[in-house]
């Protein structure tokens, strides 16, 4: 089946068998392998992406399911050779040992930043409750998001009008509206 | 890993769904969000010749009134369950239930109707969609037809939805002003409910006039705990008359024993649960 998807910006038109999951298409075909898999079974949120402006896992979608929309992977954030806040912050703080699970934590921490600029430590934590860390870093990663929080906030500096263009809502593909 | 190979077509009304299942017989399965079938895909617990994704269906979703009642679209996702403006006013059960399923991710893919028409006993809709006393369209080749969501729901995973059928809404009578709480028990995070309760209540002045209880995964299916609603009419919501309504929850229940949980502690927490249930309703 012929499929068209925008990732990270770029449209691009492959043929896929039905059965290619989107986080397979993204990794084998597009060689967007910043996406990793984490597990069988759609619990641990490593192969977290945007789809339409939300967070989804993308081994819970088929790429044939993603025809027509828009896909922003971790390797989409950065701008001009500069790190999204979020990024910066996960940097900054130290929210990562082995990283596996960051690529997923950082797409998550975006999409929870969207609906809450400003959560409190335990909207963090439920935020985040879908994804997994195995090296069990989760106090920095609690640490990096209210840190991004805050250099996002508006009148932060320009870093925040950066997050108007990628942590994007269009809201095109929800019916009830966020918040 | 990945699926078995399938075909798959995505049609745009629910007249070709209907039709493209009723062709492809009975290897086909209807694919809505996903979250609970694709997991099952990806393992080859299933492996069906034939996916209809439902996903490119407009009409499908959505909420809207239709006099006392809310109509919502089986493929609302529980994102939009959770903040739609109108379920949030007359059917306020249903959206704090949804806040408890799965995580936020699965929650923007995951469906209303796809819920339902899994029919996990631990999944957390079935139970408000009885206490509700929801009614669920169904569409076939045969045309449409109605059906309670007492009579929907037959066994595990087992609803009355025949192989052609499609789940196309869910008509909710509207609890306007109830006040409403799901209180759910597990122990990890994105866990499935061990046992959960929906109770949901309408006052007159200081004391309980009704009440609509439901319980998670005490039995094959969602279950009413009825000696509970009996005895809280009439009351005043004090501790005490609520805990004294609660030990009756378990009464006729036939949970199932699993590594979680025993059936004598699956009915000790249906009396907990409903009684916490309760008063964080009142509460709320
Ligand atoms: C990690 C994880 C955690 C989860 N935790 C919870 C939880 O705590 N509580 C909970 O309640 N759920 C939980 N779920 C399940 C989630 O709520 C699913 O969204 C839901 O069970 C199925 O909805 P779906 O739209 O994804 O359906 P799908 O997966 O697309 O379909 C499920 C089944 O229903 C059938 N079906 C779907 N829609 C229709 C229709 N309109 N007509 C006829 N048949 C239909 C399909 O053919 C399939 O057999 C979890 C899922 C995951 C992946
Ligand atoms: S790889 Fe998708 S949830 Fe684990
Ligand atoms: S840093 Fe290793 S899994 Fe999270």
């Known amino acids: ?179 | 890993m990945i699926p078995a190979p399938f075909d798959y077509v995505a049609p745009s009304t629910v007249d070709d769904a209907v039709r493209a299942l009723a062709d492809a017989g009975e290897d086909a399965k209807v694919l809505a969000g996903g979250q609970s079938l694709l997991p099952v895909l990806r393992v080859r617990l299933a492996a069906p010749t034939k996916i209809i994704d439902l996903g490119k269906v407009a009409e499908l979703r959505g909420v809207r009134e239709e006099g006392d009642h809310l109509v919502i679209g089986s493929m609302t996702t529980h994102y939009e369950v959770q903040r739609d403006p109108l379920i949030a006013e007359h059917a306020t059960l249903l959206a704090r239930a949804t806040d408890t399923v799965a995580d936020p991710q699965v929650r923007h893919r995951g469906t209303f109707g796809g819920s339902l028409a899994h029919a996990d006993p631990a999944g957390d809709l079935l139970a408000p969609a009885l206490a509700l006393d929801a009614e669920v369209v169904i569409q076939g080749m045969d045309g449409k037809r109605t059906a309670t969501a007492a009579d929907f729901f037959e066994d595990f995973f087992t609803t009355s939805l025949r192989p052609d059928e499609i789940l196309v809404e869910v008509r909710v009578p509207k609890h306007t002003g109830w006040h409403a709480h799901y209180e759910k028990f597990n122990r990890v995070a994105q866990a499935w409910s061990m046992v959960a309760v929906a109770a949901t209540v309408r006052t007159d002045g200081d004391a309980i006039a009704e009440a609509k209880i439901g319980l998670t995964n005490m039995s094959s299916i969602p279950m009413r705990a009825t000696a509970v609603e009996q005895a809280l009419v009439g009351q005043p919501a004090t501790t005490e008359a609520i805990r004294a309504a609660a030990e009756h929850a378990a009464e006729g229940t036939n949970p199932t024993v699993d590594g979680n949980a025993d059936v004598e502690y699956r009915q000790h927490l249906a009396r907990v649960l409903t009684g916490r249930a309760i008063s964080a309703a009142m509460a709320g």
């Open chain 1, 1 to 179: 089946m012929r499929i068209t998807v925008t990732v990270d910006g770029t449209s691009y038109t492959d043929d896929v068998e039905p059965r290619t999951l989107l986080v397979h298409h993204l990794r084998e075909r597009l060689g967007k392998v910043g996406t990793v898999v984490g597990c069988d079974t759609s619990n641990c949120g490593a192969c977290t992406v945007h789809l339409d402006g939300h967070s989804v896992k993308s081994c819970s979608v088929l790429a044939v399911q993603a025809d027509g929309s828009e896909v922003t992977t971790v390797e989409g954030l950065a701008r001009d050779g500069q790190l999204h806040p979020v990024q910066q912050a996960f940097h900054d703080n130290h929210a990562l040992q082995c990283g596996f699970c960051t690529p997923g934590m950082i797409m998550q921490s975006i999409d929870l930043l969207a609906d809450n600029p400003d959560p409190d430590e335990h909207a963090v934590r439920e935020g985040l409750e879908g994804n997994l860390c195995r090296c069990t870093g989760y106090q920095n990663i609690v640490k990096a998001v209210r840190d991004a929080a805050h250099h996002m906030r508006p009148g932060a500096g320009p870093e925040a009008e950066r997050v108007a263009d990628t942590g994007s809502r269009t809201a095109s593909s929800v019916g009830g509206g966020g918040e």
